[in-house]
Antibody, heavy 119, light 107 residues
């Protein structure tokens, strides 16, 4: 079955960067885009960007442009999301999710990674 | 900028039909999807393309859409359906949008 397994919780200081991994299994990694979505406490889900692992194309939300970088390692079936210049407002649970063209939906989600930004 | 608007909370008694709405200017032209998110868990897709149910989702989950409003209905709501429900669509550029989420209480 499809699984997306994310790396563990992180605690970072303001100004630092964080890099979260998302390892995919149960399907052909290069056939479906991976989206990154975050959920800050009490806030709505928020799209950050996506990557097409097949051709390495990426698109980022304007809100995070310049601070977020999404990459992939096809040999490891893993996508990565790096967020830089962290501030307290970046404290959130970060999810990766697989987008399926047939349903135009984010069908499968990772378990989430809590990132805490605190001095 | 585009936004999707949901009521913050909906409350029903067990067995009643719960209706959660999502309004947005893009909805007449873009599909709505719905996600269920239980406390501490990742979202789960329950409706896609306005009205379709993924396999494994109970038939009591029903989606509809008219004009600028999409609606998720849960017929015969159960205590186990208590969760946050999020609508999801895209803006005119194809960028993902989420609604603010609706907390469903069944008691």
């Amino acid at each position: 079955q499809v699984q997306l397994v994310q790396s563990g919780a992180e605690v970072k200081k303001p100004g630092a960067s964080v890099k979260i991994s998302c390892k995919a299994s149960g399907y052909t990694f290069t056939s479906f885009p991976i989206y990154w979505v975050r959920q800050a406490p009490g806030q709505r889900l928020e799209w950050m960007g996506w990557i097409n692992p097949g051709n390495d194309n990426t698109k980022y939300s304007q809100k995070f442009q310049g601070r977020v970088t999404i990459t992939r390692d096809t040999s490891a079936s893993t996508a990565y999301m790096e967020l830089s210049s962290l501030r307290s407002e970046d404290t959130a649970v970060y999810y990766c999710a697989r987008h399926k063209y047939e349903t135009r939906a984010l069908e499968d989600w990772g378990q989430g990674t809590l990132v805490t930004v605190s001095s | 900028s585009y936004e999707l608007t949901q009521p913050p909370s909906v409350s029903v008694s067990p067995g009643q039909t719960a209706r959660i709405t999502c309004s947005g200017d893009t909805l007449p032209k873009k599909y709505a999807n719905w996600y269920q998110q239980k406390s501490g868990q990742a979202p789960v897709l329950v409706i896609y393309e306005d009205t379709k149910r993924p396999s494994g989702i109970p038939e009591r989950f029903f989606g509809s859409s008219s004009g600028s409003m999409a609606t998720l209905s849960i017929g015969g709501a159960r205590v186990e359906d208590e969760a946050d429900y999020h609508c999801y669509s895209t803006d005119s550029s194809g960028n993902p949008l989420f609604g603010g989420g609706t907390k469903l209480t069944v008691l």
